[in-house]
Nanobody, 120 residues
Framework: QVQLVESGGGLVQAGGSLRLSCAAS????????MGWFRQAPGKEREFVGA????????DYADSVKGRFTISRDNAKATMYLQMNGLKPEDTGVYYC?????????????WGQGTQVTVSS
């Protein structure tokens, strides 16, 4: 069993930056795909972005394109989400997730989430 642990959330002013981390409990953990999701109060969880861990390609929601960047340090089994130009609408709990087989519909592992609050 693998655990994913997010960190790096906090309170930031609009226009600021934060970097979230998602560390896997097992250094040898090698999923096909990892992703970031977020959930704002009273809203459903939404996709933020994902990385194909095999070729490093990334995909982002339109709402964060050009502002957020996903990266991964394989040696540390850690994924990052660099968030720049933050807006109040980026506020929410951010979750990382991992999918063992890229073509599976659902993610297999989820973190506990980290709160991001952007003040106007």
């Amino acid at each position: 069993q693998v655990q994913l642990v997010e960190s790096g959330g906090g309170l930031v002013q609009a226009g600021g930056s934060l970097r979230l981390s998602c560390a896997a409990s097992r250094r040898t953990f090698s999923p096909d795909q990892m992703g970031w999701f977020r959930q704002a109060p009273g809203k459903e969880r939404e996709f933020v972005g994902a990385m194909n861990c095999r070729d490093g390609s990334t995909d982002y929601a339109d709402s964060v394109k050009g502002r957020f960047t996903i990266s991964r340090d394989n040696a540390k089994a850690t994924m990052y989400l660099q968030m720049n130009g933050l807006k109040p609408e980026d506020t929410g709990v951010y979750y990382c997730a991992a999918k063992l087989i890229r073509w599976n519909a659902k993610y297999d592992y989820w973190g506990q989430g980290t709160q991001v609050t952007v003040s106007s």
